[in-house]
């Protein structure tokens, strides 16, 4: 059921307002490109939107809840978001159009995720990662360190333009 003057009138439309919405730490990303963001589906009471964290306590995610309802609300739709934590998110998840946005603005796009079957061993060394820098192509970095302005980033420096920059972290 659609509300509201101005509302869109076909879920396709509800879809692409929920798709415009953006990760409130990495505002060139759309929940979409990020793959947070798993499905939209119209039901008596309004709009349901389902996010998956990328990891167990993402502080980002009351955020994403509170867009995404203002997004929705603001076009004339009662909505509500609800959290699947299964399957787990996997940067895997972001989009083609997600890692060129990230390369545009200087970020390193994470590599493919870790394949993990069974019990996850503890490893208290830094992941070592076979990255390049993304502003002159140089796989000489190094890891200056494992957390960066969030958790899901990592610091580098690339050894060759000596520029800084930061790796989002294969999950």
């Known amino acids: 059921m659609w509300t509201g003057a101005g509302a869109p009138r076909t879920s396709t439309d509800v ?13 060139m990303l759309t929940l979409e490109d990020l793959g947070v963001l ?25 955020t994403m809840r509170d867009d995404l309802v ?3 609300r603001d076009a004339g739709h009662a909505a509500r978001v609800e959290v699947a934590l299964t ?4 940067s895997d998840w972001i989009t083609e159009r997600g890692r060129q ?14 394949a993990v079957t069974g019990p996850v061993l503890l490893d208290l060394f830094p992941t070592r990662r076979a990255i ?16 960066g302005a969030t958790a899901c980033k990592a ?5 060759d333009c000596l520029e800084p920059f930061e790796h989002v972290k294969e999950i």
């Open 15 to 27: 879809w692409e307002l929920a798709c415009s919405v953006t990760d409130p730490e990495m505002p």
């Open 38 to 62: 798993r499905d939209v589906r119209e039901e008596a009471d309004g709009v349901v939107v389902t996010i998956t964290p990328t990891y167990s306590g993402c502080p980002a995610m009351a």
């Open 70 to 72: 203002h997004r929705l």
């Open 87 to 90: 399957p787990a998110w996997s």
């Open 101 to 114: 946005a990230l390369r545009d603005h200087g970020l390193s796009a994470p590599g493919p995720a870790p």
């Open 132 to 147: 390049a820098c993304p502003r002159c192509g140089s796989d000489a970095v190094s890891l200056t360190s494992e957390f």
């Open 155 to 159: 610091l580098y420096r690339c050894t």
